[in-house]
């Protein structure tokens, strides 16, 4: 092609005000406001174009330099059975493993018994030194954080070499399960001693975690789930102050666990206002920030029992976003999880979902893909007003579990969770395969036998829990 025939051609420069001419002439009469902006659960306003981030700021994983952590959920209630799965799960491309134990908030039902014995058998044969390893569990406790050690040291693998996250967070506990195994008071006391004795084992890792699933799976908007998250971390500063843990060493042994959902740019935007908002807490404190460990869990309330197949579209935008948004590992509820506890065709899906995404897809091959971008600068910068207010009225309510304990929280997760509910009745949003196309006829779904338990009722103090639900249910249960 001769590029003389395209040497004189140009386009005439469009600014803002031209495109919006332009774009409010397709409308042909329709508002550009109700057409073209939308708006979050917190009345954030997403505009349809945004000018380029002036100063960008950058955000991204921790190791910039590796993908993401895919780690897979083992969570069946028969250690053995588990066991075969995680093996599984490593041989088909894992790079870490998430043990759910029973009693967690995130169970859903499920999980592997709370005990060593449970805990040796399910890791049997697990090459854990090349491993990601976390756990979610019901109230840990000073001995059972002795014995995973133990446990791991009998196993010959270094708990120093390990990337381990404990997963510890007694707001997320007392949220999911409406129950604390003593009162705020000589839970507050009692802390500091295991904090201290966690030192002195020379564990790295995450131990005290910061989860905003529980929340968020229980209805809360995006910045009430950071507000929450914010909180609960300020809480286990202030901990490790009380065990005379040096804030500045102690800072990176918090970590936080969120949920990603389907909204893409919503989602990006929370990772990213995630770190900004651990920055500026620890910048508050007095110490040079260190940045968020951030595991990211695909949403339990956005699957939905009809139509399960549409899960693993949701999960593949919640992993694209959690891993442009920079988690650090990520892990994929499996789409038939709403029909019982998933087989292995529904965890090999989870898995591959991760897998195609960063090994064949490589979103995480660059660090920071959405550095610039306007409408994901501004997205972030609202998250952060409306969480900080959020985390600034639960300190001002006494803090993440004494804020709980008077339903403050729960109030306000109830008020957005009914809204977002009466917008799916109302027909303003809509859910595929259940209110917008649903299937003829509904396939069925493989699982394996394992009896669902009930979320411990163990507990002197109770508080109104946050329980997960997902969209789907609720709107059944208004039908």
Not at 122 to 144: G, K
Request: net charge negative; hydrophobic share 45%.
């Amino acid at each position: 092609m001769d590029h003389k025939l395209i040497s004189d051609i140009s386009f005439p420069p469009v600014d803002e005000a031209a495109w919006r001419a332009l774009a409010e002439k397709a409308l042909k009469g329709a508002s550009f406001d109700e057409a073209l902006v939308s708006s979050t659960d917190d009345g954030i306003k997403i505009e349809p174009l945004y000018p380029r981030s002036v100063h960008p700021l950058p955000s991204g994983r921790i190791d910039t330099s590796a993908p993401w952590r895919i780690m897979q959920r083992v969570d069946d209630p028969d250690p053995a059975r588990a066991n075969r799965q995680a093996i599984e799960d490593i041989e088909g491309g894992a790079t870490g493993l998430s043990l759910v134990f029973e009693g967690a908030p995130n169970a859903f039902g499920y999980g592997l018994p709370c005990t060593s014995e449970a805990f040796d058998r399910a890791l049997d044969n697990v090459p854990l030194n090349r491993l990601a390893l976390r756990i979610d569990a019901h109230p840990m406790s000073r001995t059972s954080i002795d014995w995973l050690v133990a446990s791991l040291t009998a196993k010959q693998a270094d708990p120093a070499r390990l990337q381990l996250a404990f997963g510890i967070d007694p707001a997320a506990i007392f949220a999911g399960t409406g129950r604390l195994r003593m009162s705020i008071e000589a839970l507050e006391a009692s802390m500091p001693q295991s904090l201290a004795h966690f030192f002195a084992l020379g564990v790295p890792g995450v131990l005290l975690e910061a989860d905003g699933r529980v929340s968020h799976n229980g209805g809360s908007s995006e910045a009430q789930e950071l507000g929450i998250m914010l909180a609960s971390a300020v809480s286990h500063l202030r901990m490790f102050e009380k065990a005379r843990q040096p804030l500045v060493y102690a800072a990176p042994h918090v970590g936080f666990a969120t949920s990603a959902d389907q909204n893409q740019f919503v989602t990006i935007a929370k990772l990213r206002a995630l770190r900004r908002l651990w920055a500026r807490a620890q910048e508050v404190c007095g110490i040079e920030p260190s940045p968020a460990t951030i595991h990211a869990e695909t949403s339990w309330r956005m699957m939905t029992a009809k139509d399960p197949e549409t899960n693993i579209l949701r999960s593949t935008i919640a992993v694209f976003a959690a891993a442009v948004g920079g988690a650090d590992s990520i892990s994929v509820l499996p789409h038939a999880l709403t029909h019982g506890l998933p087989e292995g065709f529904a965890r090999r899906v989870a898995r591959n979902t991760q897998l195609v995404l960063a090994e064949e897809s490589g979103i995480g091959f660059v660090a920071d893909p959405v550095a610039g971008a306007g409408g994901t600068a501004a997205l972030t910068e609202a998250l952060c007003e409306a969480a900080w207010e959020e985390f600034q009225r639960i300190e001002q309510e006494g803090g993440a579990l004494k804020s709980l304990a008077a339903g403050r929280v729960q109030e306000r997760v109830r008020a957005t969770a009914e809204k977002r509910v009466a917008s799916y009745r109302d027909g303003s949003r809509e859910i595929v395969g259940t209110t917008l196309y649903p299937a003829a006829s509904e396939r069925e779904i493989q699982v394996l036998e394992a009896e669902v338990r009930p979320l411990p009722t163990d507990g002197t103090i109770h508080c109104e829990p946050l329980a997960p639900t997902r969209l789907d249910e609720l709107l059944g249960r208004q039908a």
